[in-house]
């Protein structure tokens, strides 16, 4: 009975003391929304004409057909990514008159966009693009491994409840975009061209449409009540469409392990490495990729051999002893590509007669391969948006009404926007003592199976999308990694560095919470923009 109480005592005491440090953490945060006033006065330069990089509009020339007249176009979408693709055929599916202009119609060779998890196969499957995954050699994905110091855990996608075709999918990027950009292709109102777009063009405070180049080097314009756009992570439109705080935490180093068998078939692999993650999965029936995050914007030099030095001497030796002899070769063969991994926060500036889509929109770390499945699901709520509007030329009404898709995307884009930044953060080496034990913490509950794995796992790959659900889940690992510390025999030191863990944990998540929208994120339902009617045309 004593000891009984004397653990009643000390939970007590534990709990209190935790208590008080998150109510601390949240009143700080929460001291730091004043600063929300700043997005009021970049709206209002954006109305007063500040910074722009729009042209406006003095009349139609050679090769034009002038707003007046009218081209015919609905929408005019501008790249033919994933997103683009996909939202051509979608809008064009549902009648609309749409014209695709891309910079390069050509098949894309590149390192990310390779893995689509199954809540994006899902939003695939709802758009009717699901056979864009057939006839590319496309492989299954069903989960992933977890690997740390020797040690390993299998965690599997909730799939139980799905049909049997659900799953992940994982491919060559540019042979899905293809099959997309062929599907969009067929349909008699969608027009694929081929052009850079150089400018948006603007009369009286609304986009009317687009100034391009085409791939003979005519300058022509073309016009729509609505214009989208969806050029990418390179997007050199979006600053007149949003607030673009583009941070570059690290970048990838590409290679390709040919004929190689993954210690978990069908799976992408995590290696917990020293100083950030690696990861393998499969791109073909033969071909593996291999994806080396480097932390920072600069990585070794590839031309002068610093690269591959790099990979043989410090990563290879934290390869699985399975892949090891594979990604030497790999790194022999001397096809050694990188890409900076970018994260952007969704910060738009509503715009008249136009919008932001995809990557140029909205960008998070790709280390949880949740892009694909943030484009695709922000298409399914734009297409059920429009679905009602026969038509589009009333551009104010038609902006305010369209606020609603900022909140209405946030359950999906957020969840995966701060599962993704926070896991890199997580899963990335720190000397800090309470950073190790919130690593460790997470490969341990993980690794116990049941809810503690299915829960993160179906935020993860999209199927439960919900902040609440994540940030409960955060936080659990954060109290399993201070119950490690400090059973069974608590000590002052092993409680402090109990107290800097959930510090650190809160200081990983709450910042990508706050730029994620608070409100927008778990309270949706009090955004007034997401009760606006479709505005009615006479």
């Not at 092993?494 to 409100?519: D, Q, Y």
């Amino acid at each position: 009975m004593e000891m009984f109480f004397d653990n009643y005592i000390v939970g007590t005491f534990l709990v209190s003391l935790f208590a008080f440090l998150f109510l601390f953490i949240l009143r700080r945060y929460n001291n730091n929304n004043n600063n929300n006033n700043d997005n009021n006065t970049r709206k209002k330069r954006f109305e007063t004409g500040y910074s722009r990089e729009i042209k406006t509009q003095t009349g139609a020339g050679k090769g034009e057909c002038s707003p007046g007249n009218g081209s015919g176009d609905d929408v005019i979408i501008v790249g033919a990514g994933v997103a683009g693709a996909a939202l051509a055929y979608t809008l064009g599916k549902d009648g609309r008159r749409v014209h695709v202009i891309e910079r390069d119609l050509t098949e894309p060779d590149r390192i990310v966009g390779e893995l689509l998890q199954p809540g994006g196969y899902l939003k695939l499957v709802e758009l009717g693009l699901e056979d864009c995954v057939e006839d590319i050699d496309a492989q299954r994905v069903l989960g992933y491994a977890l690997f740390k110091d020797g040690r390993n855990t299998k965690l599997s996608y909730p799939l139980g409840k799905f049909q049997a075709d659900v799953s992940g999918r994982s491919f060559h990027n540019g042979r899905f975009i293809q099959r997309m950009r062929e599907k969009a292709a067929t349909l008699p109102n969608a027009k694929l061209e081929q052009g850079t777009v150089t400018s948006l063009l603007e009369e009286k405070g609304t986009i009317i449409g687009v100034q391009y180049k085409t791939k003979d080097g005519e300058e022509l314009r073309a016009y729509a009540p609505l214009t989208i756009v969806c050029d990418g992570c390179f997007s050199n439109l979006r600053r007149s469409l949003c607030n673009p705080k583009v941070d570059v935490p690290s970048c990838f180093v590409g290679l390709v392990l040919e004929n190689c068998e993954l210690p978990f078939s069908n799976h992408g692999h995590v290696i917990l490495a020293d100083p950030s993650p690696i990861l393998f999965y499969p791109i073909s029936s033969t071909e593996v990729r291999c994806l080396v995050d480097v932390p920072g914007k600069k990585v070794p030099s590839v031309a002068n051999g610093e690269m591959a030095n790099h990979l043989k001497t410090v990563v290879a030796q934290q390869v699985p002893p399975e892949l090891r002899d594979a990604f030497i070769a790999a790194v022999d063969k001397g096809n050694i590509r990188t890409m900076p991994n970018r994260s952007m926060p969704a910060d738009p500036h509503p715009t008249p007669g136009a919008l932001l889509m995809g990557d140029a929109f909205n960008m998070r770390h790709p280390l949880t391969g949740g892009g694909m499945t943030v484009a695709l699901s922000d298409i399914v709520v734009l297409r059920d948006l429009l679905r009602p509007l026969h038509n589009l030329h009333d551009a104010a009404s038609l902006t305010s009404y369209l606020e609603s898709f900022y909140t209405l995307r946030k359950p999906v884009a957020s969840t995966i926007n701060t599962l993704a930044g926070a896991l890199y953060k997580v899963f990335s080496a720190s000397p800090d003592e309470a950073r190790k034990e919130m690593r460790q913490a997470c490969f341990d509950y993980l690794s116990l199976g049941g809810v503690f794995s299915t829960g993160p796992v179906a935020l993860l790959s999209g199927l439960n999308p919900q902040p609440l659900s994540l940030v409960l889940h955060f936080f659990a690992v954060a109290i399993y990694g201070v119950g490690r510390l400090i059973l069974p025999f608590p000590s002052f030191q092993r409680m402090w560095i109990g107290a800097r863990l959930i510090w650190s944990a809160s200081g990983i998540i709450f910042p990508i919470i706050k730029a994620e929208g608070v409100r927008q994120m778990f309270f949706p339902a009090t955004v007034p923009a997401v009760y606006r009617a479709p505005p009615v045309v006479n």
